[in-house]
């Protein structure tokens, strides 16, 4: 099993800056894909952005240059830098972990990003 515990969400002014954090724990051997997702209330979950072990990644249209993701592989932690925040980007960010030749992932608990115009 593999915990992800999420922080850095808040609240702040458009325009503004926040880095979310995702650390995973325990069983975090061959974790391949780790990423963000987010979910407002009554919509579908959807990806933000997405990072493999090697450091490709891969950005939904919306937050294509104004959002960037990272990765330190050796503390097993994932940082989403989002900057220029829009109030469309208020919600629940989520940070996902998939495992290599596997079909397991894991879903964190969520962190609230509220963004005011």
């Known amino acids: 099993q593999v915990e992800l515990v999420e922080s850095g969400g808040g609240l702040v002014q458009a325009g503004g800056s926040l880095r979310l954090s995702c650390a995973a724990s325990?069983?975090?051997?061959?974790?391949?894909?780790m990423g963000w997702y987010r979910q407002a209330p009554g919509k579908q979950r959807e990806l933000v952005a997405t990072?493999?072990?090697?450091?490709?990644?891969n950005y939904a249209d919306s937050v294509k240059g104004r959002f960037t993701i990272s990765r330190d592989n050796a503390k097993n932690t994932v940082y989403l830098q989002m900057n220029s925040l829009k109030p469309e980007d208020t919600t629940i960010y989520y940070c996902?972990?998939?495992?290599?030749?596997?079909?397991?992932?894991?879903w964190g608990q969520g962190t609230q990003v509220t963004v005011s115009s």
């Open positions: 325990g069983r975090t051997f061959n974790i391949g894909v």
């Open positions: 990072i493999t072990s090697g450091g490709s990644t």
């Open positions: 996902n972990a998939k495992r290599l030749f596997s079909t397991d992932y894991y």
